[in-house]
């Protein structure tokens, strides 16, 4: 793999980091204040960010997200344990650490009165890029807003502020990107705008750690999901396994025939008739195995015009690992 370009004059590594984020025994305790007692945020996190992952990062209310990433972006000490971004630990290195990530946060922080052409070359002069090496218009062509770049930043839309964002956090080219629920409030199509450039930046090597609150989106977009809740790291694992944790299907038939009943060779399944012809049978493919229903079916008789299955998703998973901590479905919110 081609080493990263240089970031604000730091010089990439010649041997690129295996981890692109790697966290050890992290740990944030809050203190007192009031009556309150210390507020343990984080509790010993291990974490690592594979380089070139897209990866997510997903828990309920107050969980320690939104803490932990503020540690990445220095905006907040740590208590305890290390974290390194690119190789260079957040405290020890901060010049390099910060040069390594772009931070996209859930607020819409940016001076109404400047145009995004404005902003973005203000945020690259903050960074220490040099004026031939600014991307300037390149990153706002690719986020869409080539069009807007000289309009006043109050006259855009949220979806377009949104993109804007991630333009800025892209400005010194940072090998770690890192997306803290960027579409929230975003419309539909603007957010698949926004996720396509987001792939093109993970297939083109940038390391991408996105919270959301969109749990179908989280399962689309990532190859790794972590689950932290209460401050602790309750699972990590690609997406795929992590969705085979819930051992629950179901096979969706529809019939030639009404029934009033559910078939008598169908009485080792957990069955239910939600129309005279529509059975849906769950099942745990762990145990039994989807061919024998259908057998059972064909033998009682009865013939099959349609059939479709329904799996656990990363609700379902979410649910079960954070005990419903989110108080909703679908949607989880930043700690």
């Known amino acids: 793999m081609v080493a990263h370009p240089s970031l604000s004059g730091v010089p990439a590594p010649v041997d690129l980091p295996a981890n692109a984020v790697e966290l050890r025994g992290l740990t944030k305790i809050y203190q007192p204040t009031g009556k309150a007692g210390p507020k343990h945020a984080l509790k010993g996190i291990d974490l690592a ?43 020890d290195d901060p010049r390099r650490a910060r040069a390594s990530i772009g931070v996209v946060p859930q ?27 600014r991307r300037t218009d390149e990153l706002l062509d690719a986020v869409g807003l080539a069009d ?88 990590c694992e690609p997406t795929s396994t992590l969705l085979r944790r819930i051992d629950n299907k179901a096979l969706c038939l529809t019939l030639d025939r009404d029934l009033t009943a559910a078939p008598a060779a169908l009485s080792g399944f957990t069955v239910e008739l939600p129309t005279p012809r529509r059975l849906v049978i769950r099942y745990q493919p762990s145990r039994q195995r989807a061919d024998a ?16 299955t329904e799996e656990s998703n990363l609700e379902d998973i979410f649910l079960q690992l954070t005990g419903g901590a989110h108080g909703g479905h679908g949607t989880t919110h930043a700690a």
């Not at 997510?56 to 290390?82: D, E, F, H, Q």
């Not at 995004?116 to 890029?129: F, H, K």
């Not at 990532?222 to 602790?232: F, K, L, S, V, Y």
């Open 148 to 235: 807007k770049a000289d309009a006043h930043a109050r006259s855009l839309s949220g979806g377009m502020k949104r993109r804007l964002m991630v333009a800025k956090a892209m400005v010194h080219t940072p090998p770690v990107l890192i997306l803290d629920e960027p579409t929230a409030g975003v419309d539909v199509e603007l957010r698949r705008q926004l996720w396509d450039y987001v792939r093109t930046l993970n297939r083109a090597g940038t390391t991408v750690l996105l919270t959301t609150h969109y749990l179908q989106e989280a399962e689309e977009l990532c190859d790794t999901i972590a689950i932290i809740n209460h401050g602790e790291m309750v699972a």
């Open 49 to 91: 960010i594979p380089r070139g992952s897209l990866f997510g990062l997903l828990g309920p209310n107050g969980a320690g997200k939104s803490t932990m990433i503020n540690i990445l972006a220095g905006l907040v000490n740590k208590t305890g344990g290390t974290a390194r971004i690119w190789g260079h630990e957040v405290e």
């Open 293 to 308: 229903i259908l057998n059972a079916l064909v033998a009682s008789g009865l013939g099959i015009v349609d059939v479709s």
């Open 107 to 133: 607020e819409l922080n940016m001076d109404p009165f400047f145009t995004p052409r404005e902003m973005l070359e203000l945020q690259a002069g903050l960074y220490g890029v040099p004026t031939r090496e």
